[in-house]
């Protein structure tokens, strides 16, 4: 299988770090071809504008939707967003490691979807969801949180992880077509010993052992605030 894994961090050292390259080595390990976006080691630009374009629709307003519809008709990206929609467009799998910040993805992560989730190549024309044009391929999230899992249930004072994951699941991923696989979350990793942390990483090598097999999940089901 073709996986794109998508991951930022401002410590290589991390958690994060560790899942990262845990599932680079489990998923090479086991056969399937792996390709990387850390955008820390990149310095992936996060900001938009129109260094997203090598082509100018309108030079005088700029409207993001606009220029991206012209550049998609006139191979008009800028090289590195062009470098991460060809990624998207090889991969059967995309996985995004990171941590959850502020209950969503951290800023360089979200930058990385304003800036590479353009409108005509990756969206539009009534093409979302179901007839999105990444229909047919999958999406793992991966994340770690601050606080413990009892803080994350329903009755939890954080709410439903997956209420609080569902703008995620639903606004950006299954809205290009991805389907989802069940998220993977490591609550507060920071407050556990080593050998905790280490079966953590030897859990989530286990998982990405079977993933191919893995069936995706109803976002539908889970509910926003």
């Not at 504008?49 to 998609?72: I, W």
């Not at 992560?109 to 391929?137: A, H, N, P």
Request: neutral net charge.
């Amino acid at each position: 299988m073709n996986i794109l894994i998508v991951t930022w961090h401002p410590e290589p050292a991390s958690f994060n770090g560790a899942m990262f390259r845990t599932a680079c080595e489990t998923l090479q390990s086991h056969g399937h071809e792996v390709r990387i976006s850390n955008l820390r080691e990149m310095r992936f630009d996060p900001v938009s504008g129109r260094h997203n374009f090598s082509t100018v629709k309108d030079p005088l307003y700029f409207k993001q939707q606009v220029e991206e519809m012209h550049a998609t008709e006139n191979n008009g990206f800028a090289g590195d967003v062009e470098a991460e929609l060809e990624k998207l467009e090889w991969c059967e799998l995309m996985i995004w490691q990171f941590p959850l910040w502020w209950f969503g993805l951290p800023a360089v992560l979200k930058g990385w979807v304003d800036r590479v989730f353009v409108m005509g190549r990756v969206y539009g024309g009534g093409k979302i969801y179901e007839t999105g044009v990444f229909r047919g391929k999958k999406a793992l999230i991966s994340l770690t949180t601050g606080g413990p899992a009892e803080s994350y249930r329903k009755d939890g004072f954080n709410g439903d992880i997956m209420a609080i994951l569902r703008p995620i699941h639903r606004g950006m991923l299954q809205f290009v077509g991805f389907d989802v696989l069940t998220p993977h979350i490591v609550y507060g990793p920071v407050r556990m010993t080593d050998d905790e942390r280490r079966e953590e990483l030897a859990r989530y090598s286990r998982r990405l052992a079977g993933i191919t097999a893995e069936a995706v999940i109803d976002v539908g089901r889970y509910k926003a605030y």
